[in-house]
């Protein structure tokens, strides 16, 4: 028999379930929720909660899903202080940084890589994370890039093969070359230990026809899709991740009109990775432009030691909501429920019953405060998978 626990006297709970409460985001005031096992049981006003084995008061305090951050670069070793400190004088930010990252986490043993893997997933469950998709791409051969992924699968099941990351040092003259290492004995090594097969799509990384090669061979081992499209540069990314059914397209910073065309048709979520453009001083992208078109955006942290060393969600969710036109609501749908659609999770990002109990408790009345109190920490309590982490 599990145990079920009841959360009452909660301020405002986000349930992400139009059909439990008001707007988009199903918020019912003054409400309770029952947790059984590892999943929600019940969602409601406090007065019809059912009886429950324990319960939890929540002091008047907001509810909402833990969050579901679809895309970070984890396994790695090392900083670059230096170079961001070089950025915010000036320098500009290139795909070329990542070369040092690769170095170090080559160098790296397993144990030291998991190790720092394990230390930035606790930070961003201190933050209310409590899904976190996370790739390879500082190894760049068949071996470390497998190594890469062995070690992120021993602590999250959302694993993405990015061995199209940068072309590796070693094939500085035949990218053509790296490109069939990708596609061939890399992948062969990289597919039974991940779910996602990913491609940084860029000027200095891998063009059109590259990225097609790569998502098409790792859709062909059993790997869905995802891409880096339109980060530092217009280009062909967003549109062929539509194409080939991408389930995300990441960055999203540069888009023309049939870019945004193709994210609002298609079932390509457009995740926008806030923290990136801070670090690297760039054009943030415009949210509220996919948003008006239909696009479905989620919002998530691309916590990397080059472009955005952040592992918090509500760090994304102040920035998208003062730099890039969302309001507050959407916002943290799409650090949640969003981050689940780019995950194409039905069973994260959401407080209805059948869902995991993955939830943040919020030290302030109300999910706006994510925004409107930006840099605070207001986790009060973190559980997931029914069981109190923080
Ligand atoms: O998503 N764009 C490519 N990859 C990372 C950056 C990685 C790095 O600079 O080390 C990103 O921003
Ligand atoms: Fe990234």
Same mark, same amino acid.
């Given at each position: 028999?599990?145990?079920?626990?009841?959360?009452?006297?909660? %301020? =405002?709970?986000?349930?992400?379930?139009?059909?439990?409460?008001?707007?988009?985001?199903?918020?019912?005031?003054? $409400?309770?929720?029952?947790?059984?096992?590892?999943?929600? +049981?019940?969602?409601?006003?406090?007065?019809?909660?059912?009886?429950?084995?324990? +319960? @939890?008061?929540?002091?008047?305090?907001?509810?909402?899903?833990?969050?579901?951050?679809?895309?970070?670069?984890?396994?790695? $070793? %090392?900083?670059?202080?230096?170079?961001?400190?070089?950025?915010?004088?000036?320098?500009?930010?290139?795909?070329?940084?990542?070369?040092?990252?690769?170095? *170090?986490?080559?160098?790296?043993?397993?144990?030291?890589?998991?190790?720092?893997?394990?230390?930035?997933?606790? !930070?961003?469950?201190?933050?209310?994370?409590?899904?976190?998709? =996370?790739?390879? %791409?500082?190894?760049?051969?068949?071996?470390?890039?497998?190594?890469?992924?062995?070690?992120?699968? !021993?602590? /999250?099941?959302?694993?993405?093969?990015?061995?199209?990351?940068?072309?590796?040092?070693?094939?500085?003259?035949?990218?053509?070359?790296?490109?069939?290492?990708?596609?061939?004995?890399?992948?062969?090594?990289?597919? #039974?230990?991940?779910?996602?097969?990913?491609?940084?799509? !860029?000027?200095? *990384?891998?063009?059109?026809?590259? *990225?097609?090669?790569?998502? /098409?061979?790792?859709?062909?081992?059993?790997?869905? #899709?995802?891409?880096?499209?339109?980060?530092?540069?217009?280009?062909?990314?967003?549109?062929? %991740?539509?194409?080939?059914?991408?389930?995300? $397209?990441?960055?999203? /910073?540069?888009?023309?009109?049939?870019?945004?065309?193709?994210?609002?048709?298609?079932?390509?979520? $457009?995740?926008?990775?806030?923290?990136?453009?801070?670090?690297?001083?760039?054009?943030?992208?415009? +949210?509220?432009?996919?948003?008006?078109?239909?696009?479905?955006?989620?919002?998530?942290?691309?916590?990397?030691?080059?472009?955005?060393?952040?592992?918090?969600?509500?760090?994304?969710? *102040?920035?998208?909501?003062?730099?890039?036109?969302?309001?507050?609501?959407?916002?943290?749908?799409?650090?949640?429920?969003?981050?689940?659609?780019?995950?194409?999770?039905?069973?994260?990002?959401?407080?209805?019953?059948?869902?995991?109990?993955?939830?943040?408790?919020?030290?302030?009345?109300?999910?706006? @405060?994510?925004?409107?109190?930006?840099?605070? #920490?207001?986790?009060?309590?973190?559980?997931?998978?029914?069981?109190? !982490?923080?």
């Amino acid at each position: 028999m599990t145990k079920s626990t009841l959360i009452r006297n909660i %301020g =405002t709970l986000v349930t992400n379930d139009p059909t439990l409460g008001e707007g988009p985001l199903g918020v019912i005031e003054g $409400a309770a929720l029952v947790l059984d096992g590892d999943r929600v +049981a019940w969602a409601g006003p406090g007065a019809d909660a059912p009886a429950t084995d324990e +319960a @939890h008061d929540a002091e008047g305090r907001a509810v909402l899903p833990g969050f579901v951050d679809s895309h970070s670069h984890l396994v790695f $070793a %090392g900083d670059r202080t230096r170079e961001f400190a070089a950025r915010m004088s000036g320098r500009p930010y290139t795909a070329g940084g990542i070369r040092s990252t690769v170095a *170090a986490t080559r160098a790296a043993s397993d144990a030291e890589l998991g190790a720092n893997l394990a230390r930035y997933l606790h !930070e961003a469950l201190r933050q209310g994370t409590t899904t976190q998709e =996370t790739k390879s %791409g500082y190894g760049l051969t068949p071996e470390q890039e497998a190594r890469a992924l062995r070690i992120a699968g !021993e602590h /999250t099941d959302e694993v993405t093969y990015l061995g199209a990351h940068i072309v590796a040092p070693e094939f500085a003259d035949d990218p053509a070359g790296y490109v069939a290492q990708v596609t061939g004995p890399m992948l062969d090594a990289c597919a #039974p230990h991940a779910r996602w097969v990913d491609v940084f799509c !860029e000027q200095g *990384a891998f063009d059109g026809d590259q *990225a097609r090669a790569i998502l /098409t061979a790792g859709r062909a081992k059993g790997l869905t #899709p995802r891409i880096h499209a339109n980060q530092l540069s217009y280009g062909p990314g967003v549109q062929l %991740g539509v194409e080939l059914g991408a389930a995300s $397209a990441d960055h999203c /910073t540069h888009l023309t009109d049939a870019d945004v065309d193709a994210l609002a048709q298609g079932d390509t979520v $457009a995740t926008l990775l806030p923290g990136c453009e801070f670090s690297t001083r760039a054009v943030y992208p415009d +949210a509220r432009r996919l948003l008006d078109a239909g696009a479905t955006v989620a919002l998530s942290t691309d916590c990397n030691p080059g472009s955005s060393f952040t592992s918090s969600m509500p760090f994304c969710i *102040a920035v998208a909501v003062r730099e890039m036109g969302m309001t507050p609501d959407e916002a943290v749908w799409g650090a949640t429920a969003g981050g689940a659609r780019a995950l194409r999770r039905e069973d994260v990002g959401r407080l209805s019953p059948g869902a995991y109990a993955d939830l943040l408790l919020l030290d302030a009345p109300s999910h706006v @405060h994510l925004a409107y109190r930006p840099g605070v #920490p207001l986790t009060a309590a973190v559980w997931r998978r029914g069981v109190r !982490e923080v």
